[in-house]
């Protein structure tokens, strides 16, 4: 059927319902309770359909996402990109400051397993560091947690003689709000998958502060098996992986995952995830995908997406 005539049998028919909903506004209201509630629920039933195809009805597309600024993810993207944007510094030089949040650890030396790394601007580490009060509002009331991290893995790192110098090793951090370091903190593993990390299961082990006399039972951690020096894990009998194993996995895991060589390339990578609304990223009301650019017409008259209703006659 032509649609001239479609559009005319629609314009029939909703002049047909305009009619009906007037008698029905003025009939008399049944005194049967039973009798109103069934004519109640009959209307609801067809105003829900009506609305159904009014819906139907509506030209406009839907985008997929919702930026929302609360979301935690969104959150922990906006931190992940404002640290990795901070100036580097010599790990062994930081003075001592107020802050707690996130912070990278970066290698720049020439241990053979980590050739891949050094120099580049992918972390070997990331870590978080919680305020001492977690009501804390301000730097000072957060007290000296990042700087007392980041003077522990100092420490860790100088005992470590055989095999690394804090000299080759800087660090990025953010200090931020209580309460949202664990969210960035995750999302910055997540995306760079550090190999001291413990999420990746490769070489972790940095952040262990030591066992006591009575956990002396405890096997060594692969990072104090290949980086040894620290005085209370030489006192370990035995490995929790062996040395060549670690040595496997640390190559296996910077082959699969490359490491980010510029600052460039991290920002792009956390801004593409920004981009949520992809010109591919939109919906008809049938919840068919529809791209929202129209190569077809680049002028497309924004009357026939109108919001004003047309005049039924």
Known sequence: MPTHKLDQSARIL???????????H????????????????????????????????????????LFDPGDPQTSARMISLTAVSQPRHPLGAIKPFYGAGVYLLYYNGDFAPYATL???????????????????????????ALHKRLNEHARSIRAATTTLDIADFDCRFLVIQSGFQQAAESRLINYFK?????????????????????????????????HPGRSWARA???????????????????????PKATVGEI??????????????????????????????????????????PDTLT
């Open 236 to 258: 370990i009998v035995s490995d929790q992986k062996p040395l060549q194993q670690i040595l496997y996995e640390i190559s296996a895991h910077l082959e699969k995952y490359p």
């Open 26 to 65: 003025d009939i008399t209201v049944p005194e049967s309770a039973r009798t109103r509630n069934e004519l109640r629920k009959s209307l609801l039933e067809q105003i829900a359909r009506l609305a159904d195809t009014a819906e139907r009805l509506d030209p406009v597309l839907r985008p997929l996402s």
């Open 267 to 308: 920002i792009e990578a956390f801004t593409d995830e920004l981009r949520q609304l992809k010109p591919s990223h939109f919906e008809d009301v049938t919840g068919q995908p529809e791209d929202v650019e129209d190569p077809s017409d680049s002028q497309l008259s924004l009357t026939d997406y109108s919001d004003e």
């Open 14 to 24: 909703v002049n047909q319902l305009t009619t009906l909903t007037d008698q029905l």
């Open 118 to 144: 050094s120099g580049k601007e992918q972390p070997i580490y990331v870590g978080k560091a919680d305020p001492g009060d977690r009501h804390a509002t301000n730097a000072v009331e957060q007290g000296q």
């Open 194 to 226: 550090p190999i001291w990390n413990n999420e990746s299961d490769i070489c972790f082990g940095i952040g262990k502060h030591g066992d006591s006399a009575t956990t002396r039972a405890n096997k060594r951690s692969p990072w104090d098996t290949l």
